[in-house]
């Protein structure tokens, strides 16, 4: 019988030693990510945003071409390809279903592209990170070297992204979403020089890393809160 109460004991106090530090884990997350939303112009500021365009300069297939983004709240998105000043492709999302546009022609979207839209708030993802209805956080890693901070951001649907905060700035670094967990397999993009647009900090290069060759943008127009309507996304 004691042996049983002293396993039931230590039992107990591992269960309790885990669960606070999962606790403390998720208050480190927190405060990690709302540092960055001070740093990139603060809450009341990413709050009020209820729309944003970016254009973004880039190479594909050995041309020069604008990739074109459209948000509105809570869940509205488009996305374009610009080369020589004509949209040769466009999906977007209505905030229920996603289209495309190819070659003139509207086409129903495969909805996996699209599952993660439906649950959406915020534009700034930040915003939905320290929203528990959409997203559970914990800080899994201070790398020995102190350059970044490491957050696990689990959203509703299952999706797992790994953040990486810069332990100075608080601005994001880099974003490793897992695409495939049996295979361990990663979408990686790496994000710097964040430049000020108004008053929203905003990363200006983005590089997606692949194994068949890294792509770069670099943001050349953003603004927000003006020139977005609803028929933007119909």
């Not at 709050?47 to 809570?74: A, F, Q």
């Amino acid at each position: 019988m004691k042996l049983l109460n002293t396993v039931l004991a230590v039992t107990m106090i591992t269960a309790s030693h885990q669960l606070f530090s999962q606790t403390t884990n998720e208050k480190k997350a927190r405060e990690i990510i709302e540092k960055a939303i001070q740093a990139e112009g603060g809450k009341k500021l990413l709050s009020s945003i209820k729309t944003l365009y970016s254009k973004s300069e880039t190479v594909m297939d050995g041309r020069k071409v604008n990739w074109i983004t459209k948000e509105m709240v809570p869940n509205k998105g488009s996305f374009e390809i610009e080369y020589q000043g004509r949209i040769v492709y466009r999906s977007w999302f209505d905030g229920k279903t996603g289209y495309e546009l190819v070659n003139g022609e509207r086409k129903l979207a495969d909805p996996d592209e699209f599952k993660d839209k439906a649950d959406r708030k915020y534009i700034i993802n930040e915003l939905a990170y320290i929203d528990p209805k959409l997203y559970k956080i914990e800080l899994i890693d201070e790398n020995p070297d102190k350059i970044y901070y490491k957050i696990k951001a689990t959203y509703v649907t299952g999706k797992v992204t790994y953040l990486y905060y810069d332990v100075k700035s608080f601005f994001l670094s880099k974003e490793e979403t897992v695409e495939n967990g049996e295979k361990n397999t990663f979408s990686t993009v790496l994000q710097s020089d964040y430049k000020k647009f108004g008053d929203l900090w905003y990363a200006t290069q983005s590089t997606f890393v692949s194994e068949s060759g890294n792509q770069e943008a670099n943001l050349v127009e953003l603004y927000y809160n003006k020139g977005i309507e609803e028929n933007d996304f119909k």
